[in-house]
């Protein structure tokens, strides 16, 4: 069982920078294949962003490419989600994921997920 909790949203510019983190609880975390969605009001959520166990893998959606990097820190439990020059368009609840039964997977196919985190960009 992996419990998922992210922070560091909140109300940004446009043009501004973010950094949410993902603390998990439980010893596998490390085993875990990691991703990123996001929902905005009236749309599906969708993957973003995805690291392979190891960090060594990582996939990016078209809308962030460039601007979002994923990370992890297996010592610390932990995902991130740097986000630079975010856009008006980005605004949405933020959720990380765990588990996923392919790669990078979609939202079926994620088996633990945190409650998520609003991100506002205001232009």
């Known amino acids: 069982q992996v419990q998922l909790v992210e922070s560091g949203g909140g109300l940004v510019q446009a043009g501004g920078s973010l950094r949410l983190s993902c603390a998990a609880s439980g010893r596998t975390f490390s085993t875990y294949a990691m991703g990123w969605f996001r929902q905005a009001p009236g749309k599906e959520r969708e993957l973003i962003a995805a690291?392979?166990?190891?960090?060594?893998?990582?996939y990016y959606g078209d809308s962030v490419k460039g601007r979002f990097t994923i990370s992890r820190d297996n010592a610390k439990n932990t995902v991130y989600l740097q986000m630079n020059s975010l856009k008006p368009e980005d605004t949405a609840v933020y959720y990380c994921?765990?588990?996923?039964?392919?790669?990078?997977?979609?939202?079926?196919?994620?088996?633990?997920w945190g409650q998520g985190t609003q991100v506002t960009v205001s232009s």
């Open positions: 690291i392979n166990w190891s960090g060594g893998s990582t």
């Open positions: 994921a765990a588990g996923p039964s392919r790669w990078p997977g979609g939202k079926y196919e994620y088996k633990y």
